[in-house]
């Protein structure tokens, strides 16, 4: 039985097919040339898995569900499934699987490095010497070890970052959907923001924690991490708490808009470290990534139960169309 596979992510085809390679005969891959809605509304009624997109530009909305009567599995080959509309496609009966902790580590040493580089001023150092200058004490470096580092969001990549900061002499404390069992304070999120030297943004975004954290509320002085979703952050309150002096720095991995348009202000403001989304890129978690991916689609087309399912449909992926398929 061979499934039509629809595939997004932004490898080329031929590694695509490479990867895909183990599954052989059982599936016909196509892969949209263009990358747009349009594109991807035109594909799916003949799709039966959706290989996601790594963009978040051809998200599965409503609308999309819609469009794909033959739909019986989707893999997302990343940790957020922001836009995919997860109860539209349980409505359906079909289940969406992500790729759940590949990346922890590499996130979280991401964190941690941003937290370092941004308390020991290191960007303020390099400039400096490039421009010339040798600055001894008026960069203001701080050692993080000692700090109060609040982490919001306890999913793996904020359990990474507890131990590392934990192992680095930090004072941690987290706020997440419900406590937990772990060697760390537990805070109100209104609490969290307001006593943490540093504050580590690793929550997933959906409707509720969209613009959950204002960098206004954060301590004079204090640093910002991001790493989750630009969306979690007030990025306009972000933007004036910089201009203002009132942060003392900020690292993000992620932004409202991917790529950062030409003439966003987060480009020109002062004490930020920017980095195109690349947290969780390491060679090592691209390639359990990857094999992530192939054991869960792997699964779905034997029928078996497939890992990382999110909206709670049964984790086996049923032939839904058979009857009256050419
Ligand atoms: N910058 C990068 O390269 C990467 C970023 N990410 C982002 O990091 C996020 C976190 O990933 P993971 O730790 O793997 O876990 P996750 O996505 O499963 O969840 C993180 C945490 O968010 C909490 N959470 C979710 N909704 C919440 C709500 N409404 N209120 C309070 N807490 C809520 C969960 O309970 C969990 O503790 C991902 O959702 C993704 O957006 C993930 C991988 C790479
Ligand atoms: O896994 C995730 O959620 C990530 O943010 C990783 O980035 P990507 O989706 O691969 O651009």
């Given at each position: 039985?061979?499934?039509?596979?629809?595939?997004?992510?932004?490898?080329?085809?031929?590694?695509?097919?490479?990867?895909?390679?183990?599954?052989?005969?059982?599936?016909?891959?196509?892969?949209?040339a263009a990358r747009d809605r349009a594109a991807l509304l035109?594909?799916?009624?003949?799709?039966?898995?959706?290989?996601?997109?790594?963009?978040?530009?051809?998200?599965?909305?409503?609308?999309?569900?819609?469009?794909?009567?033959?739909?019986?599995?989707?893999?997302?080959?990343?940790?957020?499934?922001?836009?995919?509309?997860?109860?539209?496609?349980?409505?359906?009966?079909?289940?969406?699987?992500?790729?759940?902790?590949?990346?922890?580590?590499?996130?979280?040493?991401?964190?941690?490095?941003?937290?370092?580089?941004?308390?020991?001023?290191?960007?303020?150092?390099?400039?400096?010497?490039?421009?010339?200058?040798?600055?001894?004490?008026?960069?203001?470096?701080?050692?993080?070890?000692?700090?109060?580092?609040?982490?919001?969001?306890?999913?793996?990549?904020?359990?990474?970052?507890?131990?590392?900061?934990?192992?680095?002499?930090?004072?941690?404390?987290?706020?997440?959907?419900?406590?937990?069992?772990?060697?760390?304070?537990?805070?109100?999120?209104?609490?969290?923001?307001?006593?943490?030297?540093?504050?580590?943004?690793?929550?997933?975004?959906?409707?509720?924690?969209?613009?959950?954290?204002?960098?206004?509320?954060?301590?004079?002085?204090?640093?910002?991490?991001?790493?989750?979703?630009?969306?979690?952050?007030?990025?306009?309150?972000?933007?004036?708490?910089?201009?203002?002096?009132?942060?003392?720095?900020?690292?993000?991995?992620?932004?409202?808009?991917?790529?950062?348009?030409?003439?966003?202000?987060?480009?020109?403001?002062?004490?930020?470290?920017?980095?195109?989304?690349?947290?969780?890129?390491?060679?090592?978690?691209?390639?359990?990534?990857?094999?992530?991916?192939?054991?869960?689609?792997?699964?779905?087309?034997?029928?078996?139960?497939?890992?990382?399912?999110?909206?709670?449909?049964?984790?086996?992926?049923?032939?839904?169309?058979?009857?009256?398929?050419?």
């Amino acid at each position: 039985m061979t499934w039509r596979v629809l595939a997004l992510p932004p490898l080329p085809e031929e590694a695509l097919r490479h990867l895909l390679g183990p599954l052989g005969g059982r599936v016909d891959v196509s892969v949209p040339a263009a990358r747009d809605r349009a594109a991807l509304l035109a594909a799916l009624p003949e799709a039966e898995i959706v290989v996601g997109d790594w963009s978040g530009a051809l998200v599965l909305d409503a609308e999309a569900v819609a469009a794909a009567p033959r739909l019986a599995f989707v893999q997302q080959p990343s940790v957020g499934v922001d836009g995919h509309d997860l109860d539209a496609l349980a409505a359906a009966g079909v289940p969406l699987a992500n790729t759940a902790g590949v990346s922890a580590v590499a996130v979280a040493e991401w964190c941690f490095a941003a937290a370092l580089a941004l308390s020991r001023r290191l960007l303020d150092a390099d400039a400096a010497v490039r421009a010339g200058g040798w600055p001894q004490l008026d960069l203001g470096p701080r050692e993080l070890s000692g700090s109060r580092v609040g982490i919001v969001g306890y999913g793996p990549i904020g359990e990474a970052c507890a131990r590392m900061f934990a192992g680095h002499g930090c004072e941690v404390s987290y706020w997440t959907r419900r406590p937990r069992e772990v060697p760390y304070t537990y805070r109100e999120l209104p609490e969290l923001v307001a006593a943490s030297d540093v504050l580590v943004a690793v929550v997933a975004l959906s409707e509720e924690t969209w613009g959950l954290i204002d960098p206004s509320r954060m301590p004079a002085g204090s640093l910002l991490v991001n790493a989750a979703r630009g969306g979690v952050v007030d990025q306009a309150a972000l933007v004036s708490a910089l201009e203002s002096g009132h942060l003392g720095g900020a690292a993000l991995d992620v932004f409202d808009t991917e790529p950062l348009p030409p003439g966003d202000p987060l480009r020109d403001s002062p004490r930020v470290l920017l980095s195109p989304h690349v947290a969780g890129v390491t060679s090592q978690s691209t390639g359990r990534l990857l094999r992530r991916v192939l054991d869960n689609l792997e699964a779905a087309v034997e029928g078996r139960p497939v890992a990382d399912v999110l909206n709670g449909v049964e984790p086996v992926v049923r032939r839904r169309l058979a009857d009256g398929r050419a």
